[in-house]
């Protein structure tokens, strides 16, 4: 920056009384004129020229202010936004000298420079006052050099340190939801970020009236999660709620990396956990079924004619012809989906000619229903403390003291608000808990949400297309509890049954009621009619 152009930028402004903003690249040349701070003037992501957390963009700005007091806060925030190659103050006088010829001088009173620094804990760093000579006389392209060298080594680092996605977390409730309740759904949400395989590096919510239309949380809070993108080098963001398309791709383009909502990244975790043919199908169906309606958004390529002049043509945009497709490979998926309901009714029916009763287990994910089965039948699935970590169903043989038998069919985990695609395409396999005789209900009691837990699977459970069977609830991990809260479990649920299903205590009990079951259905339950819950669950 010549000292030449920078008295007449001040100028300019005093002239104007009003800040002045210029955006040049790294061979000098002008792109952009701004009449505003650079928080008012700053490009948007889509419109810099580079972005990336091991570089800056190769822009630096000149701006003037005619307070005095060099950068604010949000000319650092655009800074930071931008990436910038530096953020140049000059500090305004209005009263400055003219000379003879046209020379101007005494505008800039001082200067500051900002830079970013690869250090998340001081994120940038302002030079103090400076005369407007020592800085023109500065070797910025060496400094430059050194910078992104230092960015370079910090971003090979993480990268090295690990290969997991780095995900910001973002939510959004409303002002009459309770602090505990906002808790335990965050507290879920990096948990399903876990299960996927994805680093959780910080957390955002905001508490509003409504939502806004257009980005789901607020434009002050849609930059703070933003600076946090580029200091944390975060590679993805997953939300809290269920995004619009494009409200999903309004977030894409401010922050700078891909979002997806919650009901993408239970799918997602779907997709990883299937192994069966079965299980692969309906993940797949759940996946296209939600992709349907959000194709529009998904890039230019993917753009609907707009109907105006220069868009009408022959043929058939790209939109309608994957929407053609995805129609197509859905209706065969379902059809597959049909014929794997078809083969599980001529199992059951087998089972039933049998005579063996059937018992679905049933619970929230993590609950501990796969530990429970592998610890009475020996079936050996897989147990891992993650939600979702088994998906397929398993149906095992357990021979009871007295010489009956029944069956025990291990379901996949229930989760709040499970994603509607995941229901439907899970029919086949959500059809073994209401063809089950009986349900064992297992509750993960050390969890301190276990009454929501409760409350969320009886809620799927009833919105079924078929009525389940009477209901054992069964408490797991009592182990991990205080006295207190057994005690009011046990309060609460007088005929609720207690169990740690990984050290096997409490399960002559379990037995003991299975065998009363299996005798005489009758006398399982007699409470049911006087409880009012619809099964062993007790009183709420």
Known sequence: MSPEFAERLAALSAELETPLCVYANRRGQVVRVGVGTPKETQFSADELPRQGAERLSGLRCVATRLDGDGPSRGDLTALALQRLDALVILDVAIQGHRRQGGGLSGFVQRVHVANLVPDPLAKWVVSTPQPLGQVSNQDFDEFLGDLEDEFRREWTARVVESDRERVLLIDFFSTRTSQRAMEEELSELVQLVTSAGGEVLKVFYQRREQPDSSTLIGRGKLEEVALSVQELGANLVVCGRELTSSQARNLELALGVRVVDRTELILDIFARRARSHEGKLQVELAQLQYLMPRLTGKGEALSRLG??????????????????????????????????????????????????????????????????????????????????????????????????????????????????????????????????????????????????????????????????????????????????????????????????????????????????????????????????????????
């Open 307 to 540: 109907g105006g002049i220069g868009t009408r043509g022959p043929g058939e945009t790209k939109l309608e012809t994957d929407r053609r497709v995805i129609r197509r490979r859905i209706a065969k998926l379902q059809g597959e989906v049909d014929d794997l309901q078809a083969h599980r009714a001529r199992m059951r029916a087998r089972r039933q000619r049998k005579e063996v009763p059937v018992f679905a287990l049933v619970g929230y994910t993590n609950a501990g229903k796969s530990t429970l089965l592998n610890a009475l039948t020996g079936a050996g699935t897989l147990v891992a403390d993650q939600l979702f970590a088994t998906l397929d169903p398993t149906t095992r043989r357990l021979e009871l003291p007295t010489g009956d038998a029944v069956l025990l069919t291990d379901t996949v985990g229930f989760v709040h608000d499970l994603p509607p695609q995941l229901i439907d395409a899970f029919r086949a396999t959500l059809e073994e808990v209401t063809e089950a005789d009986a349900l064992l209900h297992v509750v993960d009691l050390s969890n301190p949400a276990w009454m929501n837990h409760i409350q969320a699977v009886q809620h799927i459970l009833e919105s079924l297309p078929i009525a389940t069977g009477p209901q054992l609830l069964v408490f797991n991990k009592v182990d991990r509890v205080s006295s207190q809260v057994r005690a009011f479990a046990e309060q609460e649920y007088p005929l609720a049954i207690f169990i740690c299903a990984k050290h096997g205590s409490g399960f002559l009990a379990l037995r003991e009621a299975l065998i009363r079951w299996v005798r005489s259905l009758s006398d399982l339950w007699p409470p049911m009619a006087e409880s009012g819950t619809g099964g062993e669950l007790g009183a709420n």
